[in-house]
């Protein structure tokens, strides 16, 4: 062993599993009680070893989540002078700045109680944004999961797919995206509204998908409001085939059928967030980060 524990919180215990494999470290489990009040009741197997790896998502139901992981990491740090927190789907990563006046930035907040907890480090895959690193006071490492989720395209063998980003803000995604695949890519404008949360795509029309297949990059899919809207315009300017491809896939409220029915063929998602499209395992990029 290399002096190095992996515990892996209820959310993450499989990529956690993984995750110990790959770094040769010891594995400790942890169980959940929820409580009738909704409080969560955490114990862990074992007492860790060594240098410690707290590895939990913050997905639905994310306070939860979010408290379960602060725990982890305060029980570590009892035997650790150094904790590393992998939260591989970084739960209000979108709430990284105040768009309306008087709205609260709560990934500030949750930057302190990840630090006070104990955690000396944080790592995370495709965090919404990079402007929430800032917020952290402790180091905080972003690892892509665009070269795993590109790979995996390969197996799907479509035609000269291109790439899209539902929106202006993940362009970069989508050219990290295709120079790996080896394609072009393209933007679309959306507009949502800050209100009622509602999008639009505001891209008028579009030769250059015409016959081709798509892949559509996106760093998270919530309702699935923005690939539904996508997938209706493209499917408008007379693409081939549609794929979406997504690092944290939370699907929301019937999302993926949602999707499906706008004329999806295939939806691909990493094990950040475990369920019926998380195909692709980040295990070995996060080993790397570590
Ligand atoms: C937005 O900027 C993000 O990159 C995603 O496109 C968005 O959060 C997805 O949310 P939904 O699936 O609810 O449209």
């Known amino acids: 062993m290399s002096g190095i524990t992996v515990i892996g919180g209820k959310s993450s215990d499989i990529l956690a599993k993984k995750l110990a494999k790959k770094l040769n470290a010891s594995f400790v489990s942890s169980e959940v009680k929820i409580f009738p009040d909704g409080e969560s009741k955490i114990t862990i197997s074992a007492k860790p070893k060594g240098k410690v790896i707290v590895v939990n998502s913050t997905y639905p139901p994310v306070d939860s989540n979010l408290i379960q992981t602060l725990s982890l990491i305060s029980k570590a740090r009892q035997s650790a002078r150094d904790v590393i927190c992998v939260i591989p789907y970084m739960g209000y990563a979108r709430q990284d700045r105040e768009f309306l006046p008087g709205e609260i930035v709560t990934l500030s907040v949750i930057a302190k109680l990840l630090s006070s907890a104990g955690a000396s480090k944080i790592i995370v895959v495709d965090m919404h944004s990079m402007l929430g690193a800032e ?5 905080i490492k972003n690892v892509s999961a665009v070269p795993e989720l590109a790979n995996y395209l390969k197996k ?8 899209i ?28 509204d800050r209100k009622t949360g509602k999008v639009r795509i505001m891209t008028n029309n579009l030769d250059d998908v ?31 085939k549609i794929v979406v491809a997504c690092t944290h896939a939370l699907l929301i409220n019937n999302a ?29 990029i996060i080993a790397k980060a570590i």
């Open 156 to 163: 799907l063998k479509l035609k000269n797919p291109i790439v």
């Open 165 to 192: 980003s539902p929106d202006l803000g993940g362009k970069e995604r989508a050219a990290e995206f295709a120079k790996f695949y080896g394609t072009d890519y393209i933007a679309l404008k959306k507009q949502r």
């Open 256 to 284: 993926e059928k949602k999707i499906k029915n706008a004329g999806v063929s295939a939806i691909f998602s990493a094990n950040t967030i475990p369920g019926s499209t998380s195909l692709v395992d980040v295990s070995g």
């Open 210 to 240: 015409k016959g081709r297949d798509l892949v559509i990059v996106d760093d998270m899919i919530s309702t699935g409001g923005s690939i539904v809207k996508a997938t209706q315009f493209l499917k408008k300017q007379k693409c081939g």
């Open 135 to 139: 917020l952290f006071k402790i180091p």
